[in-house]
């Protein structure tokens, strides 16, 4: 009978550890889910910055070039700073960010944007 009980004791602590495990590692996978997507938004916050940083900067540093030319110089400083900070950037992404915020500074400055391109 002594037999029995400890045999049934050590099939439950096996089920026991078993479903605990589980619960851990679902914990973990959602922790880790959670964690890990946190990261990618501050990536991406990250890159629209320096994306929109790179706009400025080639606005003001390169009034006199225009279309691919200055594009090529935003994408050259953009990369730059992304090499420095450790984070990795596609030739597509930079496109995707640069064109973003060319777009987002469009939107917001309007007319005024327009009437600065048309005087220089």
Partial sequence: MEELVQ??????L???ATVVAGYVVAWLR????????????VELAIKQ???AKAVQFVEQV????????KYRKAAEWL???ARELGIAITADE???LIEAALRAFKDEFGEQWAKALTSN
């Fill in 7 to 12: 045999k049934v004791a050590a099939d439950l």
């Fill in 79 to 81: 990369a730059g700073r």
């Fill in 62 to 69: 390169y009034r006199d070039l225009h279309g691919e030319e």
């Fill in 94 to 96: 930079m496109k995707g």
């Fill in 30 to 41: 959602k922790r880790l889910g959670v964690e890990g997507l946190k990261k990618i938004e």
């Fill in 49 to 51: 910055e320096l994306a």
């Fill in 14 to 16: 096996v089920l026991l």
